[in-house]
């Protein structure tokens, strides 16, 4: 005899959902609304476990209601609610989308119409959605429907497929105003169902493992009947009265909510009363469904299916009891997680994050797993040293560790920086930049370093530099320090200097009056010796000379009022603008004449003066006081002299006199003005 079981045996999703439910610490007492499953196993099971289930809540006070996965009317959650109960919604994803979709259709106006059971819980809990005013239907598209104007058809989750599609292949569409038909039957019914007819096509008699009262179990043996000897059985005890031929081919199916342990059992009883061979590969399936839990480990890598997806994350199948939940922001690397991607029954490689579960669900990441494996991509790239990114993770002696897809990155303490790292606390967390130095890929395991990165990069820097600067061009640099004889000034990393005597045309008190550390300027290059690495950089340079500060100031004609700080016996210096002085020469001094400039003006005298002239190659102001007065009465004396003939005069060298200025000692010292004067003394 030859034994053929289905692929898909055991709880479906929903089931598996509400179960884990049963797993939490909610208040005591804890019932559920009606059977959480349609099994008396399961449900006795829970009563020992003090899990009771009620079938109205109006003897019930406190505690916890767990709605189970068929979901429950809409006055039984708002009484549930009224009485301060807890309630734990355990209703299958895919019977809430139905209930979702009937508010929003009779919300618009939509007639409803459900194909199913009246009667089933499911259906009860999904017609109350809609006040009870849906038609519920599981024979032939009622006649009545054709009136509406608007109309929505859903279906029970755990309804025939074939007859569905049969139903509404056959409904006159003409004859409807408006319709929109949900298929809602559910994908692991489908399955199910697909694999029953599949099964019982090729065999003699099939088996089909499940409660009585539960709808789907139901189903399955209508389709296995049509095409073979089908019994419907809840465990082993019911196979003693079932006569088996010889040779005979038996198929095993089951419905969504039998436990994995009655199918087992009516395996192992089929198998030993009717094979010679137990079926090896289908005990160590169920061994490790019972040892459930205990041989996941966190960080195991595994193979899974969806089975559904919604916006808070993957509900995902992997051969376990209880199933798994990818969250959305564990869904992908980029956050662009849309539930449409993951379209029911496709596989995903993901890791577990937990080894316990949580809420009924134990927790996995796609996103790691999608992260090993462009790290492994990455590898792929870095062979030639280019250069690559790590987050590190830890410490270890000598160095730091991270991890590159399936490879281990070292970076020695000696590779992190140009000098050698000894406290490498800081880095961890922080993202290196690496160049492999070493990759071995039978232990998986790189060898990398940033140090020749910043080696490289400052030899370019260096490269670029000495190339770029050369006398005359302007930089811009951060004042790093100062000393007595000037400021060092970083210009791209190099250190340059700015000597005391370039940095203002003007005398100052203390460099920081004008320079200050870790401020930005600009400075001209003045010098670039690349071999001995020195570059003299100017500051005034880059100043405007105050000699063009008084002569834009102070333009060939005007008249200011300015203070003597000099005087000489062929003038008087006076200050046009700090730094920059202009002569009033003794002819200029007064209206009348002067013998001795002592005689009129003394140092610290202010005194109105015209500016004469200006000579910007010699940087020299002219003035005049005179041209400032009046003009003076003529002297008696001198009109006579004017009328009697002029003697000969005896021819003396003329003396030069000064009439330049002075800028400031360091520019233009006075010493320099005087050295070519003859000056007689009194
Ligand atoms: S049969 Fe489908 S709808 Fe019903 S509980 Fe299972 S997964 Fe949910």
Redesign the pocket.
Known sequence: MQIIRAKNLGF????KR?LAFTQNDYPKPIYTFGALIHNSRIVNALKKEGIVAVNDLSEVDKGTVIIR??GAPVEVLELAEKKGLNVVDAT????SKIRSIVAEKHAAGYDIAIFGKADHP?VVGINSICGYTATVFDEAFPEKLYDSEKLCVVAQ??SSAEKFENIIDKIEKDRLKTVEIFDTI????KERQREAEALSEQCDVMLVIGGSDSS?TAKLKCICEKNCRTYSVSGADELKSIKFNVGEKIGIVAG??TPIESITEVIGYMENNYTEAKNEEFLQAVDAVETNGKTLREGKRMKVKV?YADEKGITVDFGMKIDGRIAADEATLDDTYNPADYPQGMELDVILLSSKAEDGVYPFSKKKVDKIKEGDKIVDTIRNGEEFALVVERETKGGLLGKLGTYTVFVPASQIKERYIHDLKPFVGKTLRLSRLEIDDTKRRIVASQKVILEAERKEKEQIFWTNVVPGVVVSGKVKGISKFGAFVSVDGVDCLVHISDISWTKFKSIEDILHIGKKYDFVVLKADREKGKVSLGYKQLQKHPFDVAIENHPVGSVFTGKITSLMPFGAFVEVEPGVEGLVHVSEASNTYVKNINDIFKVGDEVQVKVLAVDSEEKKITLSAKACLPEAPEDPAKAEKKDKPRAPRKKEPRKEEGSEWSEDDGNNPFADLLKDIDIKKD
Do not use: D, I, R, W
């Not at 479906?12 to 089931?15: A, E, K, S, Y």
């Open positions: 479906c999703f929903g089931v509400s996965s068929h299958c994803p895919f019977v499911e989750t755990t559910c994908y692991t019914t789907n969504a909510s089975t």
